[in-house]
């Protein structure tokens, strides 16, 4: 069995160094516990990258990605070019062709509720209780990669979403086989009364959805899903879905745990994967110690499944829900007694490396005192 790892760490913009950080603490007291090496190579990416090189992604990063058994990634976006729409480098190019270079297709959203933390959400309980989701958003087609074109003299753009066949099958395959691991449904979410790329998924869907019998598929127009993920959301189990309306729904479900701050993905190809929280860059709250790092804790248990670290991945989602379950978490999640990141990041990887021999003295804690004892 495999213990030594190379992980690509690409810290990126705003938020995303500190929670990347956090995770970085989590996977040494991973490896302490567990007897494992992660060896970690940083590399550029996003506004720090074209500020410092000129280039979103720089060949340099590109190389240490390719090279290494993982990817971990921050956030990606910064102000001065959301607020320009002139400028014509971009930090997101750099993510969409880290995407692409990588061949990571497959994008995977998990969201789940925990318990106490129903009362977050915008929504009621009774809809929300056991909403258990699992999300699978195309990633290297579709409109964002299609032809481009702006004539600025005449006020006139348009973007192309373009799909075939060969780009449409494996994440369908992919969607189906985590269907048969759950609940044995699966629900395609499209456009296919306007468009045509839709008409194309729902028929790929349609021939492959015979090799697996033991599914239920079913269709849904991707407004009729905007709501009824907010009418009633545990009606879905598994959802796949192209890349634009994966992008849009998924960060629609993400309130529905309470905070965006909550939910983790994995990006996923032949050979390569990426790792990153759902969350922007959240510039607002770059060096305040306020932004909440378990999207990217979550992001890295799923990094563990896809390194077949399987009781690392489980021991570290019972400290994160060790951390919820007793408050120690962020502002957005505790205003009454928030912790930083760095001691959100702390508290976990702590119950990692001490949970089986002591115990966190709670008294403290709630006075942000926090010992081991």
Not at 174 to 196: G, P
Not at 299 to 315: Q, V
Request: aromatic share 10%; charged share 25%; proline share 5%.
């Amino acid at each position: 069995m495999k213990t030594d790892f190379n992980i690509a760490v690409l810290p990126g913009d705003g938020i995303g160094p500190e929670v990347v950080n956090e995770s970085i603490k989590i996977l040494n007291a991973i490896a302490e516990a567990f007897h494992y090496k992660f060896e970690f190579k940083q590399g550029l990416v996003g506004a720090e990258a074209i500020f410092q090189t000129g280039n979103p992604l720089p060949d340099e990063t590109l190389a240490i990605c390719k090279e290494s058994d993982a990817v971990l990634f921050g956030a990606i976006g910064d102000p001065s070019f959301d607020n320009n729409p002139d400028a014509k480098v971009r930090p997101e190019q750099g993510l969409l062709k880290l995407r692409k270079e990588l061949g990571l297709f497959a994008n995977i959203r998990p969201l789940q509720t925990y318990n106490s933390l129903i009362e977050k959400s915008p929504l009621k309980r009774e809809i929300i209780e056991g909403a258990d989701i699992q999300i699978f958003r195309e990633l290297v087609s579709g409109i964002y990669f299609g032809e481009k074109f702006t004539d600025e003299e005449a006020g006139y753009a348009y973007d192309i979403c373009k799909y075939n066949r060969d780009e449409i099958v494996p994440i369908i395959h992919m969607a189906f086989q985590e269907a048969q691991k759950r609940r044995k449904k699966l629900t395609l979410i499209d456009k296919a009364n306007v468009l045509d790329t839709s008409r194309l998924w729902r028929k790929v869907c349609k021939e492959i959805a015979a090799e697996y019998p033991d599914v239920e598929l079913d269709f849904m127009f991707v407004d009729n899903a905007a709501m009824q993920l907010i009418l009633n959301p545990k009606q879905f189990d598994v959802i796949v879905t192209e890349n634009m309306f994966g992008d849009i729904i998924s960060d629609e479900a993400s309130v529905i745990g309470g905070s965006i701050g909550l939910l983790p993905s994995a990006s996923i190809g032949n050979g390569n994967a990426m790792f990153e929280p759902i969350h922007g860059s959240y510039p607002q709250a770059k060096g305040k110690g306020i932004a909440n790092p378990i999207a990217s804790i979550l992001s890295t248990a799923m990094m563990l499944d896809y390194l077949k670290l399987d009781h690392a991945a489980e021991k570290l989602r019972e400290s994160v829900e060790h951390a919820i379950e007793n408050k120690y978490v962020t502002i957005d999640l505790n205003a009454e007694q928030p912790y930083s990141t760095s001691e959100v990041g702390s508290f976990i990887s702590d119950y990692i490396k001490y949970s089986e021999k002591t115990y966190y003295n709670f008294e403290n804690v709630k006075i942000g005192k926090s010992t081991i004892v």
